[in-house]
T-cell receptor, first 115, second 113 residues
Framework: DTEVTQTPKHLVMGMTNKKSLKCEQH?????MYWYKQKAKKPPELMFV???????INESVPSRFSPECPNSSLLNLHLHALQPEDSALYLC??????????????FGEGSRLTVL | KNQVEQSPQSLIILEGKNCTLQ??????????LRWYKQDTGRGPVSLTI?????NTKSNGRYTATLDADTKQSSLHITASQLSDSASYIC????????????FGTGTRLLVSP
């Protein structure tokens, strides 16, 4: 099983809503990532969790709140988002977060639209 | 500054033809280079990953090359199929202790019948 599963696939929310994106992997990976991707742009790193601890926050606004309940799950809690936050949010995982630790497996993404 | 540049930005080829995509990078110190295929609105899927000591790697009809001296890589697609239409992203990992990936902006390939 080499899958990273993301839900929901599509999400439309208002600026006052609170919603969450979920990511799950069962490959025994100890590093999980959130990326944001705008149309026709490369993915931009948001957060890295290593062994269930937040190791990197790329200066992401506090309206995005990550959570790693266990080694298989990664959530991204969304609150008071802006229309410019509309994007494809990609979850990824790898064996661990050290360089040279092999493949980075991406999920299918959650398409977020903020009205 | 760590950068990855890809060319061409977009490409249209006829089904059955071959094509080659280019990637130049300035990432240092270098750890590895990956090629991903990304269909529109979907997550990237890994095609190849190469370390400093590897200069070619194949995955079916995809063959990647790496010249670490000139800091160039190419992705050759043989006998293209309609399903090859996608964006191809070159990603270079820096040897920084943590897996810091530098993404190229991608080449959008359209295979036409």
């Amino acid at each position: 099983d080499t899958e990273v599963t993301q839900t929901p696939k599509h999400l439309v929310m208002g600026m006052t809503n609170k919603k969450s994106l979920k990511c799950e992997q069962h490959m025994g990976h100890r590093a999980m990532y959130w990326y944001k991707q705008k149309a026709k742009k490369p993915p931009e790193l948001m957060f890295v969790y290593s062994y269930e601890k937040l190791s990197i926050n790329e200066s992401v606004p506090s309206r995005f709140s990550p959570e790693c309940p266990n080694s298989s799950l990664l959530n991204l809690h969304l609150h008071a988002l802006q229309p410019e936050d509309s994007a494809l949010y990609l979850c990824a995982s790898s064996q661990d977060s050290r360089e040279g630790s092999g493949e980075l497996f991406f999920g299918e993404g959650s398409r977020l639209t903020v009205l | 500054k760590n950068q990855v540049e890809q060319s061409p930005q977009s490409l249209i080829i006829l089904e059955g033809k071959n094509c080659t995509l280019q990637c130049n990078y300035t990432v240092s110190p270098f750890s590895n280079l990956r090629w991903y295929k990304q269909d529109t609105g979907r997550g990237p899927v890994s095609l190849t990953i190469m370390t400093f000591s590897e200069n070619t790697k194949s995955n079916g009809r995809y063959t990647a090359t790496l010249d670490a001296d000139t800091k160039q890589s190419s992705l050759h697609i043989t006998a293209s199929q309609l399903s090859d239409s996608a964006s191809y992203i070159c990603v270079v990992s820096a040897r920084t202790g943590f897996q810091k990936l530098v993404f190229g902006t991608g080449t959008r390939l359209l295979v036409s019948p």
